[in-house]
């Protein structure tokens, strides 16, 4: 993610931001910041667009989602290349998050659309199956505002922006200042598709727009990101009377039980752990290890964690930190665990060989509840281990927390993997796997407790970009209804009779 900092510019005229690699510090652009009157013209815009968008097949939108997907797989070392100038990331990593991951979503979604977002008849119950049919109309929400975050900066953009386009809606879209050219691609790549001018605009800015997009009217906020932003987001969306979908920050376990095997447990740690450098939501962030295999887990991760090659160029494993408060937040923590007793067994120190800002990867041992390493989020290539004594200490440990995303749990036996990862206050779980769940795309994606507010993804992440109406079809023509008046004992008793036969007789009960 990029170094950001304020460009002097004129009294009244737009701030501008000015970028620098996180890897080698060079500057490698500027973004204007949008303010609230922008903002609403966008919005003036997108709103006369989404009419006509909305107004055309589920299978005509899919069409141009197709075509995004082809131009991005034509191009995607170009897409590859933006993501890496502004995030320090491994190659690899962009193109396993941020480009095969979008190419699944496109395909997926535009696949699937048209039979999930179908009007759908259905037979009522009781006595009204003799005289009405339900219609259930999947209609547009109006304007989704999505709002981005820096750790995923293409896919945790267009996810939700192929969602919601492909429901009917209008997308303003606001990725993080930090990586505003990641986020921009998104609007440029179905521009290049032939999408329909100002159905999709992508805004600038910092906080302030982020703010200005949930002011400015939009009919629903799609908010990835911090905690603590959320919940403003919240506050905003709901003095709006707008829905909100969030997904926030977390603080994932990892239990390693006695009949796991450890060699693969261990690389699932590290992968866990690591992967683009530690700073994705759902990230392995504290490991329990039960005590009679403790010392072998351990063992195996810090060789594999003194394997890793860090660099800003070039063939390597782990990045750069994205953001340079992100990098005094590791170091903090790692601090604090080495103060209250934490014995540090690879890394813990931002790297002296190199420019950017590059934090080694860590392995700490003898940690507490008591640091922050082990209940606040870090981010980081860190893995923190505590050696607990059986599989019921392990998955207290692992639901002593504020937040509530992901986890994983490593045991042979993966029925007994299922129990026990029902068992962790979590959204999703994987058993023998590091996090999985946002990537399958089947999946209900969300947190618990901190950690987020509904779901994405899955057949009901896409619906959340609609509003289900409710269409009831007298097939009698209105005779039942023209019958209402006047009232008479004789229709009460009549009424109550039919009450009897419904829910008293067996025959009757056959319809409710």
Request: hydrophobic residues 40%; charged residues 25%.
């Amino acid at each position: 993610m990029a170094i950001v900092t304020a460009v002097k510019v004129p009294e009244g005229e737009r701030r501008k931001l000015q970028l620098q690699s996180p890897a080698n510090l060079r500057v490698i652009g500027e973004i204007e910041v949008d303010r609230l009157d922008d903002v609403q013209s966008a919005l003036v815009r997108a709103r006369a667009a989404q009419k006509s968008w909305g107004a055309l097949t589920p299978k005509k939108r899919a069409s141009y989602v197709f075509k995004a997907l082809k131009i991005l797989l034509d191009n995607m070392d170009d897409y590859v290349d933006v993501v890496l100038r502004e995030s320090g990331k491994a190659a690899t990593e962009a193109l396993m998050i941020e480009i095969f991951a979008a190419c699944d979503v496109m395909r997926y979604y535009g696949k699937r659309a048209p039979k999930i977002l179908k009007t759908k008849k259905m037979n009522l119950h009781g006595a009204l199956r003799f005289s009405k049919k339900l219609h259930i109309i999947q209609q547009p929400l109006g304007v989704i505002g999505v709002i981005s975050p820096w750790n995923g900066p293409f896919i945790l953009s267009l996810n939700p922006t192929v969602q919601a386009l492909l429901a009917g809606n209008a997308v303003l879209l606001k990725p993080s200042e930090v990586t505003p050219f990641s986020g921009k691609l998104v609007g440029e790549l179905f521009a290049e598709a032939g999408l329909p001018e100002n159905v999709l605009q992508v805004v600038q800015g910092d906080g302030e727009t982020g703010a200005a997009l949930i002011e400015s009217g939009v009919d629903k906020i799609c908010f990835t990101g911090s905690v603590g932003t959320g919940r403003k987001v919240a506050v905003a969306c709901a003095e709006k009377l707008i829905p909100c979908t969030l997904e926030l920050g977390g603080k994932d376990p990892m239990v390693v039980c006695a009949d796991a095997n450890i060699e693969r447990a261990a690389a699932g740690a590290v992968a866990g752990s690591i992967f683009n450098t530690g700073q994705y939501c759902c990230g392995t962030e504290r490991i329990y290890v039960v005590e009679e295999v403790a010392e072998e887990f351990i063992s195996s991760v810090v060789e594999r964690v003194k394997g890793l090659r860090q660099a800003a160029e070039g063939e390597f494993d782990v990045g750069a930190i994205f953001f340079e408060r992100q990098l005094q937040l590791i170091e903090r923590q790692v601090q604090d665990a080495v103060e209250k007793g934490a014995k540090v067994l690879v890394g813990g120190r931002k790297n002296p060989e190199l420019d950017g800002l590059f934090y080694e990867p860590t392995v700490l041992v003898d940690v507490t509840h008591d640091m922050d390493i082990m209940v606040d989020e870090t981010f980081g290539p860190v893995l923190p281990i505590m050696v607990v004594k059986d599989e019921a200490e392990a998955m207290h440990m692992a639901n002593q927390t504020e937040y509530g995303l992901s986890s994983n749990v490593w045991t042979k036996d993966s029925s007994k993997g299922v129990k026990l990862a029902s068992q962790i206050d979590a959204g999703s779980c994987s058993v023998n796997d590091m996090a999985m769940a946002y990537g399958a795309l089947e999946a209900p994606f969300g947190g618990r407790k901190s950690s987020g507010m509904g779901q994405v993804n899955g057949q009901n992440g896409l619906l959340n970009y609609t509003f289900q109406q409710s269409v009831i079809v007298d097939t009698w023509g209105g005779f039942i209804t023209s019958t209402h008046y006047p009232y008479s004992l004789e229709k009460d008793d009549g009424m109550k009779k039919f009450m009897r036969f419904l829910w008293a007789s067996p025959f009757g009960r056959l319809f409710t």
